[in-house]
């Protein structure tokens, strides 16, 4: 069974950080592509990132130069650090395996319980 794992969540100013975390079990975690997508109230879930190896990495144009995507095979664990948070970036964060590098949410088969992330003005 497939379980996701994310915590680091929290309050923050805006221009602060914070760097969330992903740790995964119950499958081969290096074949799998992992993702991170938030959901605000009221709105979608939309994508934010997603990495397979470490030349397969993409960003949502709204995060891109804020954040990074990391991971580590050896910890089953897959990271997102965030720098110059806004408050437009408070949401819901939730992490994501998948088969293939996707910015859909239903091209992901796993996902984990979610972590809240607010940025006060």
């Known amino acids: 069974q497939v379980q996701l794992v994310e915590s680091g969540g929290g309050l923050v100013q805006a221009g602060g950080s914070l760097r969330l975390s992903c740790a995964a079990s119950g499958l081969t975690f290096s074949r799998y592509v992992m993702g991170w997508f938030r959901q605000a109230p009221g709105k979608e879930r939309e994508f934010v990132a997603a990495?397979?190896?470490?030349?397969?990495?993409y960003y949502a144009d709204s995060v891109k130069g804020r954040f990074t995507i990391s991971r580590d095979n050896a910890k089953n664990t897959v990271y997102l650090q965030m720098n110059s948070l806004k408050p437009e970036d408070t949401a819901v964060y939730y992490c994501?395996?998948?088969?293939?590098?996707?910015?859909?949410?239903?091209?992901?088969?796993?996902w984990g319980q979610g972590t809240q992330v607010t940025v006060s003005s």
């Open positions: 994501a395996a998948g088969p293939n590098i996707a910015t859909a949410a239903n091209d992901y088969g796993s």
């Open positions: 990495v397979y190896w470490s030349r397969s990495i």
